[in-house]
């Protein structure tokens, strides 16, 4: 079965406060007549800091449309290698060994998509197959990871590389005053993260089943309208209450599977913004504990969009589990869209010196309760 190894996660250098944020709101809006909403909702998002690709000063000026789409190829290209070779080394493969190659991004836009120039430059065989995706948004790390174990399925034994680029201060628009506009300038953030799903071998999530859900008529509620001067971000009020429609969903995918999506071992969600971790916790019936992961994320990057599964995986590697553990990862996003999949860990081969060992079954044997059932 295949195997989701260690993602690998790059943020910028540069970095914006939740309270520099808020100043901003002030300084740049302190007409605008939803301005104590704004900051309230800002605040409520719970996100500390994010980190942007260019300096903040930059950030906030508009070159144009054409201008911060060579920014965004530019910078993907210098950004993206040693993220790549990061992934590669997690999950112990080479360029070589790579089959296909899965690419989100929502931010920016390129034909020949980016996956052509990491062939080329990255070392990848010529006959790669080429997966890009750009339109699935937040959801698009849950996808990605879908498709490539799609792929895997009809192709067993393939190593598949998804790449999530997401610069979302480059969707940054002074002159737009919508308010949904306003709280993505206090919501997202930017990030790079890749992650190798191997046809066989490798520790991590073994991917067992997958499904996708999307709730009907709410195509514009997470939205960009596509103007002269780019991007400009929707969204509608009702997003988070569309939990109560999608957590049945995924507790039809765990069903499907003989698990129980309340009784799980661990949970990588799609952080979109606290109220929906909220609500999810909530209609899931699960602790608000079982998504600290997630945000964990939301609170030192903001909302990375397509990347924020792979960084909340990440941190459930660091933070370890025993083999067998059984989980959800899902990301939300425009549709409105669910990507969700079931897995149980693999865990590294314990190591065995003279009768001492450390088995699966020890492990459990000292695990919360969650981890025995």
């Known amino acids: 079965m295949s195997v989701l190894c260690r993602p690998a996660v790059w943020v910028p250098e540069n970095t914006i406060s939740m309270e520099e944020t808020l100043a901003l709101a002030r300084r740049l809006h302190p007409n605008h007549p939803k301005l104590p909403l704004v900051l309230r909702m800002i605040q409520n998002t719970g996100v500390v800091k994010r980190h942007l690709?260019?300096?903040?000063?930059?950030?906030?000026?508009?070159?144009?449309?054409?201008?911060?789409?060579?920014?965004?190829?530019?910078?993907?290209?210098?950004?993206?290698?040693?993220?790549?070779?990061?992934?590669?080394?997690s999950a112990e493969v080479t360029a070589q060994e790579i089959d296909a190659i899965?690419?989100?991004?929502?931010?920016?836009?390129?034909?020949?998509?980016?996956?052509?120039?990491?062939?080329?430059?990255?070392?990848?065989?010529?006959?790669?197959?080429?997966?890009?995706?750009?339109?699935?948004?937040?959801?698009?790390?849950?996808?990605?990871?879908?498709?490539?174990?799609?792929f895997c399925r009809a192709y067993p034994d393939s190593n598949v590389l998804i790449v999530a680029c997401e610069f979302c201060s480059l969707c940054y628009q002074p002159d737009d005053h919508d308010v949904g506009s306003l709280l993505s300038d206090g919501l997202f953030g930017d990030a790079i993260a890749a992650a190798v799903l191997r046809g066989s071998g490798g520790t991590g999530m073994?991917?067992?089943h997958n499904a996708s859900h999307l709730v009907p008529d709410t195509e514009g509620w997470i939205a960009y309208e596509v103007k002269a001067t780019g991007f400009h971000f929707?969204?509608?009020?009702?997003?988070?209450?569309?939990?109560?429609?999608?957590?049945?969903?995924?507790?039809?995918?765990?069903?499907?599977?003989?698990?129980d999506a309340s009784r799980l071992d661990f949970y990588i969600i799609h952080a979109g913004g606290p109220r929906i971790l909220d609500d999810l916790s909530r209609y899931l019936m699960v602790p608000t504990v079982a998504f600290r992961h997630s945000r964990a994320t939301l609170t030192e990057?903001?909302?990375?969009?397509?990347?924020?599964?792979?960084?909340?995986?990440?941190?459930?590697?660091?933070?370890?589990?025993?083999?067998?553990?059984?989980?959800?990862?899902?990301?939300?996003?425009?549709?409105?869209?669910?990507?969700?999949?079931?897995?149980?860990?693999?865990?590294?081969?314990p190591l065995r010196v003279g009768r001492q060992s450390t088995s699966a079954d020890g492990l459990l044997a000292d695990a919360p309760p969650a981890l025995r059932h």
Not at 105 to 129: K, Q, V, Y
Not at 239 to 251: E, F
Not at 317 to 327: K, T, V
């Open 102 to 150: 899965v690419f989100v991004s929502c931010t920016g836009f390129a034909m020949p998509p980016l996956t052509a120039w990491m062939i080329n430059e990255l070392g990848f065989r010529s006959d790669t197959r080429q997966i890009p995706i750009a339109q699935l948004g937040c959801a698009a790390g849950g996808g990605a990871i879908n498709r490539a174990h799609d």
């Open 234 to 259: 929707r969204l509608d009020r009702r997003v988070p209450g569309t939990m109560n429609v999608l957590a049945p969903a995924l507790h039809t995918l765990a069903g499907a599977n003989g698990w």
């Open 53 to 89: 690709i260019q300096p903040l000063a930059t950030t906030l000026s508009h070159p144009g449309f054409e201008a911060r789409n060579r920014i965004y190829v530019r910078e993907a290209r210098s950004r993206i290698p040693a993220v790549v070779e990061e992934a590669l080394s």
């Open 301 to 349: 990057y903001g909302n990375i969009a397509s990347a924020v599964v792979f960084d909340a995986l990440r941190r459930q590697f660091d933070e370890g589990l025993p083999e067998g553990a059984r989980g959800l990862l899902a990301g939300f996003g425009p549709g409105i869209t669910a990507e969700s999949s079931l897995g149980a860990w693999s865990a590294p081969e």
């Open 206 to 208: 073994r991917l067992l």
